[in-house]
């Protein structure tokens, strides 16, 4: 089943989440990848468009926080933005890439 969820933007929810993941960003400046004090729980920044990168993605839940992007599973693309996500549940290649961010407007994923 191919789909994606979308989480509504009216309550502030994502506002409040990208205002706090830009401060823990801020305060370690020059990384991209951050591992958080919950195992298995990380978030990804990018300040801006990048090349598609051939990975295998690991059984997870996604969420994007702030800007979009897609994933090439096969011959099925997913593009995503803002408060859409999706979930793994076994480990596949694929392509993916951040389509949307810039410095002021940085990408931020969840997983």
Not at 62 to 73: H, N
Request: net charge negative; aromatic share 10%; charged share 20%.
């Amino acid at each position: 089943m191919n789909s994606i969820a979308t989480l509504t933007s009216s309550s502030g929810y994502l506002q409040e989440l990208t205002l706090s993941l830009e401060r823990y960003a801020e305060e370690r400046k020059g990384r991209n990848h951050f591992e958080t004090a919950i195992d298995g729980l990380c978030f990804f920044r990018s300040d801006r468009v990048m090349e598609p990168l051939p990975r295998a993605l690991r059984p997870a839940i996604c969420l994007t926080i702030q800007g979009a992007g897609w994933a090439l599973v096969g011959e099925d693309r997913y593009d995503y933005e803002a408060g859409q996500g999706f979930i793994l549940s076994a480990e596949l290649p694929c392509r993916c890439t951040v389509a949307a961010a810039d410095p002021l407007h940085p990408y931020f994923g969840i997983m």
